[in-house]
T-cell receptor, first 112, second 114 residues
Framework: EDQVTQSPEALRLQEGESSSLNCSYT??????LFWYRQDPGKGPEFLFT???AGEEKEKERLKATLTKKESFLHITAPKPEDSATYLC?????????????FGTGTQLKVEL | DGGITQSPKYLFRKEGQNVTLSCEQN?????MYWYRQDPGQGLRLIYY???????QKGDIAEGYSVSREKKESFPLTVTSAQKNPTAFYLC?????????????FGEGSRLTVL
């Protein structure tokens, strides 16, 4: 069974204090690993797709990396507007329909 | 505006009542999905549809039903058989190129059973 575990559950940072969020996964074969951002009371918003170990993607203050067992979302010099829940999801090689398995998310709070 | 519209945003229901959540999209996407989100749990797939007039059960389909009569619409009915229906429901779409994995989500519908 595919599993996704995210840590920490919650993270509080000061503005400008860089850190990383972790996503550990177990999947029979990985077609893709995805990061989403979710604001309170809203639907998730797509951030990145990573397909193979060693791959990196960047967007503003965010950088996602992938190894064979986990992915990291690095946040450099965060701002209060980066506060949100960050979700990780995996899509296995087998099975159709673009079915994703989601983690429970990391709730990030960036304070002034 | 292109996007996904879910309605209602908030819904209260008495036990034993069926309720239908609407999801409409104008992105011209082939695939549509319904997820359920509960505190402390990841998003869980209820039903999905890759083409009009066809749909498949997800991981937690019991107590739910769907239809896909039009490409733009994928309504979800929460029936009285669903034992714990209070949750945040999310509709999503995906283009035919499934390899990107990119799901587009609506704003969600919060259902509370009184």
């Amino acid at each position: 069974e595919d599993q996704v575990t995210q840590s920490p559950e919650a993270l509080r940072l000061q503005e400008g204090e860089s850190s990383s969020l972790n996503c550990s996964y177990t999947v029979s074969g990985l077609r893709g690993l995805f990061w989403y951002r979710q604001d309170p009371g809203k639907g998730p918003e797509f951030l990145f797709t990573l397909y193979s170990a060693g791959e990196e993607k960047e967007k503003e203050r965010l950088k996602a990396t992938l190894t064979k067992k986990e992915s990291f979302l690095h946040i450099t010099a965060p701002k209060p507007e980066d506060s949100a829940t960050y979700l990780c999801a995996v899509r296995p090689l087998t099975g159709g329909g673009n079915k994703l398995t989601f983690g429970t998310g990391t709730q990030l709070k960036v304070e002034l | 505006d292109g996007g996904i519209t879910q309605s209602p945003k908030y819904l209260f229901r008495k036990e034993g009542q069926n309720v239908t959540l609407s999801c409409e999209q104008n992105l011209n996407h082939d695939a549509m999905y319904w997820y359920r989100q509960d505190p402390g749990q990841g998003l869980r797939l209820i039903y999905y549809s890759q083409i009009v007039n066809d749909f498949q059960k997800g991981d937690i389909a019991e107590g739910y039903s769907v239809s896909r009569e039009k490409k733009e619409s994928f309504p979800l009915t929460v029936t009285s058989a669903q034992k714990n229906p209070t949750a945040f429901y999310l509709c999503a779409t995906a283009d035919r190129d499934y390899n990107t994995g990119e799901l587009f989500f609506g704003e969600g519908s919060r259902l509370t059973v009184l």
